[in-house]
Every structure is written in structure tokens, then in C-alpha cells.
């Protein structure tokens, strides 16, 4: 049987609008949260457990989420995420809780849920994302105390200027990515390289741009087609690509599941 690799190409088969996917591995265990874009203006998330394979969907959020302005704890358990949603329900929402406006905004969740535990507002166009500096500590993008709405309990919470690379930049550091060419300053291009993989970046929000290259032998093809690519805590290369997730085992790509039928239904709404 052939299995289309993370370009999505097979012979005689066309693959149109393949859901974007990008995941942040946990650096002390074997859990990970896949972000699944598409439709346009609907993510969903995953939970994936790298050690058996198993995925746990969970929220499906109408907005726009930032992967590259979020961050995994190391244990895997908590989920720091940046969004944006100008939907008039989510703003009359947000200000019927709130009592001001809220259109772009940090959360603290347990993924797969989006479900905040915590969350500060980014409404002003600057702030933005944060990191774990801990299990149970974290430092967002965000100055200024007030922005905090909702403090997440058991958590130590600090307030940094807006440091849009630094979240990207820190977890990629975390799992492992050594840097070859830091981003000079905000949209900049960087390098980075783990093992056998080299990483070119640019452009912490969406659309941000990733692009590999496989530096070992033999070639890995299907590397230069991947959207995102790392290896799990055993070594073992992981690949997402055109809506699809593969393992690479002793040189052969075995597809783990294929996200692509997975659709919001018109019912559902963003928490």
C-alpha cells in the first residue's frame, strides 16, 4: 500500500487545503500538542502521547491560535497559548466577564482544552505569548499587572516586556534544538539545528515559515516537504505534513494518523 508522505503526494491523487499542523513536544515526557489549522478560522488541538501513539482530540477554537507564541511545560501538563478572536459573541463575551475589551489574549490550559485556568489580555497589539520556566511557573509577554484577568491557581506568574522571538526561541532550546543563527530582531529569520536536522525559521506569528533539511545518510526525502519535524525522547524522527503525522522507524515513514477528515461542526463553538 502507498502512503502519501508529508508533501501529500501521491500518484493520481490530489490533496487540496491539507490542514497545517505544528506540535510542541514536552521536554521531560513523552506527550506532545499537535495545533490543526483548517478551516481558516478554526484550530483544534491534540494530545499526543509520542511513546504509544495515541491522540486525544480536544478543543476546537474559531479564531486564530499562535504556535510559535506558545509554549509546552516540560512535564507536558499545561499549555501557555496566545489567540485572537474579533468575533462580535467572543467580544461581547469577554466584556460581559471582563468588563473591557479582549480580542487577542495569553491563556493557561490543560491541552487538549483551550479552557483558560489563566489568562491576560494582548489586546493592545504588542503584548503577546510566554514561557514556561518551570512545571509551575511562567513569564508572559505582558508589562503591564493589569492585563492579568485571571490568575491561574498554584502557578508563580511574571510580567516581561513583549519578547515576541523569546517564546519560539525558548522552546526550541528546551527540546533539545541547538541555535546556529539567532533571529536578529522581530520577522528575522534564524537557524537552528538538532541532530540531523536543520531548521530555517522566520516570523513568530502566523504565517510564519519553517523549512528542514535532513543532514544525515542515507537521505530522508520527506523531510524537505515537512511542516514541522523533531525527534521524540527515544531519537526517533517525527514529520508532519499535509495534514498528516508520520514516525520514521529504520528508515521507513509509516503515517500515524491523518487529521484531515477532522472537520468543526457548525454547532460548535470556541470555549
Do not use: C
Not at 145 to 173: I, N
Not at 174 to 199: D, V
Not at 201 to 218: H, K
Not at 231 to 247: N, Y
Request: proline share 8%.
Amino acid at each position: 500500500m502507498t502512503v502519501a508522505g508529508p508533501s501529500g503526494r501521491v500518484k493520481g491523487m490530489v490533496q487540496l487545503s491539507p490542514a497545517r499542523l505544528w506540535v510542541l513536544l514536552a521536554s521531560e515526557a513523552d506527550r506532545a500538542v499537535v495545533f490543526r489549522r483548517g478551516p481558516s478560522r478554526w484550530t483544534r488541538l491534540y494530545l499526543w502521547n509520542t511513546q504509544t501513539d495515541h491522540f486525544t482530540p480536544g478543543s476546537w477554537f474559531r479564531g486564530q491560535l499562535y504556535p510559535w507564541m506558545s509554549d509546552l511545560s516540560p512535564d507536558g501538563e499545561h499549555l501557555l497559548y496566545m489567540a485572537r478572536n474579533e468575533s462580535p459573541e467572543q467580544m461581547s463575551a469577554a466584556y460581559r466577564t471582563f468588563g473591557t475589551e479582549v480580542r487577542s489574549w495569553t491563556a493557561l490550559s490543560q491541552p487538549p482544552s483551550v479552557r483558560a485556568l489563566g489568562l491576560w489580555n494582548a489586546s493592545d497589539g504588542w503584548s503577546g505569548g510566554g514561557v514556561f520556566d518551570g512545571n509551575r511557573k511562567v513569564t508572559v509577554n505582558h508589562a503591564r499587572p493589569e492585563q492579568q484577568r485571571l490568575r491561574p491557581p498554584g502557578f508563580e506568574v511574571l510580567l516581561a516586556p513583549p519578547q515576541p522571538a523569546k517564546t519560539l526561541l525558548t522552546s526550541l532550546k528546551r527540546t533539545g534544538w541547538r541555535l546556529t543563527r539567532e533571529p536578529e530582531g522581530w520577522g528575522r529569520s534564524g537557524e537552528a539545528q538538532k541532530r540531523q536536522l536543520e531548521l530555517r525559521f522566520s516570523s513568530p506569528l502566523y504565517p510564519y515559515s519553517a523549512a528542514y533539511r535532513w543532514l544525515g545518510e542515507p537521505d530522508i526525502p520527506e523531510v524537505q516537504d515537512a511542516t514541522w519535524a523533531d525527534f521524540d525522547r527515544r531519537g526517533e524522527l517525527l514529520l508532519a505534513g499535509a495534514g498528516r503525522l508520520f514516525r520514521v522507524r529504520q528508515g521507513e515513514v509509516r503515517e500515524l494518523i491523518d487529521l484531515n477528515p477532522d472537520q468543526p461542526r457548525r454547532r460548535e463553538r470556541s470555549p
